[in-house]
């Protein structure tokens, strides 16, 4: 399948602090139904519904050190344009620090740039995992 370099086919997003029952109420509180579909001591893979549409979720904790969890939706939700709106509305919803790839991924990009919003949600541009 082609598509172009800047279409976003995935959302992914790093909260820190986070715990997995405060996910899933937020998740919860956005789609019309979610599934736990697997729930281990670190990855719980779920399933979550919007318009009729199932999107496979994974959610990672400790995925980065002791603090940052990652949320993976494997397919980009109709509720975000881009990872920063999804991190700007688990942010808002949690008032949690999350983290957001700068831009999407292209070939020869700087993937270690990332935006992060603190728990005010002010916006910084750091780079990762450097940081």
Same mark, same amino acid.
């Given at each position: 399948m082609n598509t172009p370099m800047n279409t976003i086919e995935d959302i992914e997003i790093y909260t820190k602090n986070l715990n997995f029952n405060d996910m899933l109420k937020w998740l919860s509180d956005r789609f019309e139904q979610v599934d736990i579909i697997n729930q281990g001591k670190v990855?719980?893979?779920?399933?979550v519904y919007s318009n009729g549409c199932k999107i496979p979720v994974?959610?990672?904790?400790?995925?980065f050190g002791k603090a940052w969890a990652s949320? &993976?939706?494997k397919i980009k939700p109709e509720s975000w344009s881009s990872d920063k709106a999804c991190a700007q509305d688990i942010n808002q919803?949690?008032?949690? +620090?999350? +983290?957001?790839?700068?831009?999407? &991924?292209q070939q020869g990009e700087n993937m270690d740039e990332w935006c992060q919003?603190?728990?005010q949600?002010?916006?910084s541009l750091i780079e990762w995992p450097n940081q």
């Open positions: 990855v719980h893979d779920l399933e994974m959610v990672t904790e400790k995925a949320i &993976w939706f919803y949690c008032q949690c +620090r999350v +983290r957001f790839n700068a831009s999407p &991924w919003l603190d728990e949600g002010k916006e």
